[in-house]
């Protein structure tokens, strides 16, 4: 016949403890995942962010080296002019040598 209340009662609290056992196994394993995965996200994050660091000295490294070839650009071209005007004067020097050998000659 009908289930007395007492059974009613065990089935019910067998149940509820079933439930409460798989509760509990989800909840473990979502944590146990949560731990991996988070572990990882973390572990790529730090990759990352050391990818970033690296990129990031390479373009200060970069940056260093285009500033010392400009510096050296910047001495070549004082080289260069001072050179030019060396060479002018020299020019001008040997011009007035010319002349006064002419003028010795005639």
């Known amino acids: 016949g009908k289930p007395t209340a007492?059974?009613?009662q065990k089935a019910l609290?067998?149940?509820?403890?079933?439930?409460?056992?798989?509760?509990?196994t989800v909840e473990n394993t979502v944590s146990f995942l949560e731990s991996k995965l988070g572990a990882a996200t973390v572990g790529s994050l730090s990759a990352l962010e050391e990818r970033v660091l690296a990129c990031e000295k390479r373009e200060t490294a970069q940056a260093e080296?285009?500033?010392?070839?400009?510096e050296f650009q910047t001495?070549?071209?004082?080289?260069?002019?001072?050179?030019?005007?060396?060479f002018e004067q020299l020019q001008s020097t040997l011009a007035?040598?010319?002349t006064a050998i002419q003028q010795v000659n005639s």
């Open 65 to 70: 080296q285009i500033q010392n070839l400009q």
């Open 6 to 8: 007492v059974e009613v």
């Open 75 to 86: 001495k070549v071209d004082a080289t260069l002019s001072q050179f030019s005007r060396e």
């Open 13 to 24: 609290q067998g149940y509820q403890a079933a439930t409460d056992t798989k509760l509990r």
């Open 96 to 98: 007035g040598l010319d």
